[in-house]
């Protein structure tokens, strides 16, 4: 895929040490693009960094420690990438997608999957609408294709009762495909200037992945695996191909949906989100659920809101 020059543009990367985030990070940072990368650990920071500059040299690469699943390290991230210069593109790509077996609660209180892949998101990108905004810059969550697969339970989010890892898995990326529509709707009656779309990677497995020192070393067994489902997988290099176009895309319009051109895999493209990542009331009432879980309540919004009030 080819992407356009960026250089002068800023750009953060959620889960940056692995997967479909290192691999927008490297492409961003071949374009000539300013990477931020984020993550969990130090020492997996430092090596997704290293593993960067040995492909890229001249790359322009910081490293940032982030937990999506903690709110505190949300805010406390937010707040150095604020006191830098604007952003022009913020990709929420850090997620869970192995749940634990049994339900699991983070710190603050809330179901890991969910707390991780959408409720963290929310937190950044409302913290991160500043340098957004003085970048005139977009925001990408990153859906899936298995929204289409599963009901989705509107009244519980957390899943208090009846869960189950896949079901955790999906409904995080219901509400996270969600949040991003929404997110465009409510930027755009507020008349701010940051675009917000969502992007899927197919199906992308780490065993038909090139192998890179730190990052990614499927056995011999993935391997195997990865070759027999080839018609129907790609690489996670080619996952993060619709991720990174609907972040850089010029022409990918806010609202819009990317994912590959045969589902699974392949170019590229927008695509049609799930039906129900559609319905306006669920959307509104995650919305709802998120600011009130954590607090935030994005800040132009709220000055659109208490405008129309007078």
């Not at 509400?175 to 930027?187: H, I």
């Amino acid at each position: 895929m080819q992407l356009p020059d960026l250089s002068g543009k800023r750009y953060l990367v959620t889960g940056s040490t692995a997967g479909l985030g290192f691999f927008s990070s490297l492409q961003l940072a071949g374009a000539g693009a300013h990477v931020l990368m984020t993550g969990r650990h130090p020492k997996r920071l430092a090596t997704a960094r290293a593993a960067v500059i040995r492909q890229v040299p001249d790359a322009e690469v910081d490293t940032l420690l982030l937990d999506t699943s903690n709110l505190g390290s949300v805010r406390a991230a937010a707040a150095t990438v604020r006191g830098r210069a604007g952003l022009h593109g913020l990709l929420l790509n850090a997620g869970v997608v192995h749940p634990p077996r049994h339900r699991t609660t983070t710190a603050d209180g809330h179901e890991l999957v969910f707390a991780t892949n959408a409720l963290g998101h929310y937190a950044l990108a409302g913290e991160l609408l500043l340098p957004l905004a003085a970048g005139r810059g977009r925001m990408v969550w990153v859906g899936s294709m298995s929204t289409s697969l599963w009901p989705y339970d509107p009244v519980d989010p957390e899943l208090e009762s009846g869960y189950t890892p896949w079901r955790a898995y999906v409904q995080s990326k219901v509400a996270t495909t969600a949040l991003g529509f929404e997110a465009d709707r409510r930027l755009r009656a507020a008349n701010v200037p940051i675009a917000s779309l969502v992007a899927h990677p197919g199906y992308s497995v780490g065993g038909r992945t090139r192998g890179i020192a730190g990052i990614n070393a499927p056995s011999r067994r993935q391997r195997f695996f990865g070759n027999l489902q080839a018609p129907i997988t790609q690489s996670k290099e080619h996952g993060a191909w619709p991720l990174v176009r609907a972040l850089v895309d010029p022409d990918a319009e806010s609202g819009s949906f990317w994912g590959p051109s045969r589902v699974v895999g392949g170019e590229p493209r927008r695509a049609s989100p799930a039906k129900i990542t559609r319905d306006e009331d669920i959307a509104g009432g995650l919305w709802n659920y998120c600011e009130h879980a954590t607090g935030i309540e994005w800040p132009y919004l709220k000055a659109s809101r208490k405008r129309r009030r007078r």
